[in-house]
């Protein structure tokens, strides 16, 4: 094995991560970027995708766009592919949270999530396939969450509702992708220490949720990020239709 295989695993691979502007997204990126891999970032906030590819370097590319929005997702592919000739990585991260009780629920926010958390996963790998398959190669990381698993303590049903369905999705895609040389994967992350945590999770709560979790912390972003890199990396080659559950022991089942 060569140095340059053990320094950068990923090197010559091409990664697409969607809502990679900030939080566990950017993470993801910025991991997989330093194991070698070209990074494609693709946000809904142009100036986040912008700042995160210029941080990654001339590897990187800002692919900024709506990942719930068809014409959108076959613009950030074919700008990918006509800058790194193929995407041999797709991390279907893009989404949105937010506590609100069932009874408070408007069907127009239900509709909204479950477009932009499920439908860009349906969207994005169904435009990235094609290539991968001919290639005989490629990776799909799907992200969904503890809340897949327990239920959200939040009350944000509809955000649970889309983790759940994740879990399905890739599950589903890796059976059918099982005969092509691609593995697709899930990641439930517990509570990640994010800035989105840190400014709209009150300083008791966060008290008690670190509290609950086994190993007495929240995640890193950086932890979700090496998750992601382990699984879209030749270590993973016989992993398909798996969920890595990074979550502290919050939830061990």
Not at 26 to 55: K, P, S, T, Y
Not at 194 to 200: C, S, V, Y
Not at 228 to 234: E, K, N, P
């Amino acid at each position: 094995m060569s140095e340059s295989s053990i320094t950068s695993p990923l090197a010559g691979r091409v990664a697409l991560v969607t809502g990679a502007g900030r939080g566990i997204g950017g993470a993801i990126a910025d991991a997989l970027a330093a194991r070698g891999a070209a990074v494609i970032v693709n946000d809904i906030d142009e100036g986040l995708a912008r700042q995160r590819a210029a941080a990654l370097g001339e590897r990187a590319l800002a692919a900024p766009g709506d990942a719930s929005a068809a014409a959108d997702v076959r613009r950030v592919v074919e700008a990918g592919i006509a800058a790194f000739g193929r995407i041999d990585i797709l991390v279907n991260n893009a989404g949105q949270d937010r506590a609100v009780p069932i009874l408070e629920l408007e069907e127009e926010e239900w509709d909204r999530f479950m477009v932009v958390n499920l439908k860009s996963a349906f969207l994005f790998s169904k435009a990235v396939l094609p290539g991968m398959i001919e290639r005989g190669q490629g990776r799909i990381v799907c992200m969904s969450s503890i809340v897949a698993h327990q239920g959200a303590m939040n009350g944000g049903i509809h955000y649970a509702t889309t983790k759940a369905g994740m879990l399905g999705f890739a599950r589903t895609l890796a059976r059918q992708m099982a005969r092509t040389g691609v593995t697709v994967n899930a990641i439930a992350p517990g509570v990640v220490d994010t800035d989105l945590i840190r400014t709209h999770m009150k300083p008791e709560m966060r008290e008690k949720v670190t509290q609950a979790i086994p190993m007495g912390r929240l995640a890193d972003p950086a932890e979700i990020g090496r998750a992601v890199a382990f699984l879209v990396s030749d270590d993973a080659s016989y992993l398909t239709g798996a969920t890595l559950d990074v979550n502290g022991g919050f939830w061990i089942g």
